[in-house]
């Protein structure tokens, strides 16, 4: 079972068939070039199965974004381990309406604290193009920092991809 987290503003839950359209849709955008897209409807139905699968595969996966006031869906956020990456990986993608906002920032940061909370795992890493500002923006909000000495996806360069790596926070005790 996909749990559900909720934030002041969001709510990231389990994908429902109904959201496939507006998912689709937003793999179509070119925005997403960054991350292999623009995804025709097929690509996109894999995409969407991919963080469902993860749940099952290892613990951790994808959540849809919604609003929590009206249940808009705003986008997706995950934590996963594809076969071609060498950590799991921390990603997020937002609809053009709902950029700039702080959703990302707050959808994201949901689930990094859902994954240190519930698993084992010391690190997680997002991999960004170099050329997506916005997003290495975004995880360098989040904490994490660039880490160059850090194994990339199969088949990517450094002039590819940027690795940011999240580390679990040091527990303070009393």
């Given at each position: 079972?996909?749990?559900?987290?909720?934030?002041?503003?969001?709510?990231?839950?389990?994908?429902?068939?109904?959201?496939?359209?507006?998912y689709a849709a937003m793999l179509a955008d070119p925005r997403t070039e960054y991350m292999g897209g623009p995804f025709d409807r097929g690509a996109a139905w894999c995409e969407f199965n991919k963080y469902i699968a993860s749940w099952h595969l290892s613990g951790f996966g994808g959540w849809m974004i919604t609003a929590t006031s009206n249940g808009a869906l705003l986008g997706e956020v995950g934590i996963t381990y594809s076969h071609?990456?060498?950590?799991?990986?921390l990603g997020w993608s937002l609809m053009a309406r709902a950029e700039g906002h702080g959703f990302g920032f707050e959808a994201a940061g949901a689930a990094r604290d859902w994954f240190w909370?519930?698993?084992?795992?010391?690190?997680?890493?997002?991999?960004?193009?170099?050329?997506?500002?916005?997003?290495?923006?975004?995880?360098?909000r989040l904490g994490a920092t660039?880490?160059?000495?850090?194994?990339?996806?199969?088949?990517?360069?450094?002039a590819e991809t940027t690795v940011y790596r999240h580390v679990r926070p040091q527990q303070v005790h009393a």
């Open positions: 079972m996909i749990p559900t987290v909720q934030t002041e503003r969001l709510t990231l839950r389990g994908a429902l068939r109904s959201d496939f359209d507006g071609h990456f060498p950590e799991p990986e909370a519930n698993t084992e795992g010391d690190a997680l890493v997002s991999y960004v193009d170099p050329a997506n500002t916005r997003s290495a923006a975004l995880a360098r660039a880490d160059p000495d850090a194994p990339l996806p199969t088949g990517e360069t450094a």
